[in-house]
């Protein structure tokens, strides 16, 4: 199975921040990799796919970048409702597999 | 308005069984890939299974084979999980996704939206 592997774990910010989440693969997954926002007691809800491909309905603050096996998710200028926990996933092969999460937190 | 939702969570003793439901609206069900994810409490995702438009495809993580069993009904608009066996380990919040996906370049891309509410499945004694 690939393993995925998000840096940071958590991380503290500000509103109007610019955020870099980074998620690195075990091995190559081209731009098969996707990310997710959950809230708390919420389902998750899809941000990006195919590496840098904005969902519909996803603010442009938000953006993806990578291939092979690093990517990055960035979050331009933080907002309040921003804050939440990030999860990468590629769908390169079977299972798919998630990251352990990187959980945003107000400073 | 696109929307799943799960139901069939509860308490269950080890070695018991469960029957998760997950009922779709507003898409035309049988076009679309569909899986199962889990969240143990305070954990990240886990991808369970999945089930080709047809059915005639499965795909199982290793921690649940022999023990789950993915199936859809087109005709009702459902996706099941017949869980058996079960264990503490499987304790979690049940998700239904569904599968979707692009052709670029040549290639298949997929990723899970939307998701349900989930429902929770608490194994203990």
């Known amino acids: 199975d690939i393993q995925m592997t998000q840096s940071p774990s958590s991380l503290s910010a500000s509103v109007g921040d610019r955020v870099t989440i980074t998620c690195r693969a075990s091995?190559?997954?081209?731009?098969?990799l996707n990310w997710y926002q959950q809230k708390p007691g919420k389902a998750p809800k899809l941000l990006i796919y195919?590496?840098?491909s904005l969902q519909s309905g996803v603010p442009s603050r938000f953006s993806g970048s990578g291939s092979g096996t690093d990517f990055t998710l960035t979050i331009s200028s933080l907002q309040p409702e921003d804050f939440a926990t990030y999860y990468c996933q590629q769908s390169y092969s079977t299972p798919p597999t998630f990251g352990q999460g990187t959980r945003l937190e107000i400073k | 308005e696109v929307q799943l939702v799960e139901s069939g969570g509860g308490l269950v003793q080890p070695g018991g069984s469960l029957r998760l439901s997950c009922a779709a609206s507003g898409f035309t069900f049988s076009s679309y890939w569909m899986s199962w994810v889990r969240q143990a409490p305070g954990k990240g995702l886990e991808w369970v299974a999945n089930i080709k438009q047809d059915g005639s495809e499965k795909y199982y993580v290793d921690s649940v084979k022999g023990r789950f069993t993915i199936s859809r009904d087109n005709a009702k608009n459902s996706l099941y999980l017949q869980m058996n066996s079960l264990r503490a380990e499987d304790t979690a919040v049940y998700y239904c996704?569904?599968?979707?996906?692009?052709?670029?370049?040549?290639?298949?891309?997929?990723?899970?939206?939307?998701w349900g509410q989930g429902t929770l499945v608490t194994v203990s004694s």
């Open positions: 996704a569904r599968g979707r996906s692009r052709k670029y370049s040549g290639s298949y891309y997929n990723w899970f939206d939307p």
């Open positions: 091995q190559s997954i081209s731009s098969y």
């Open positions: 195919a590496a840098s």
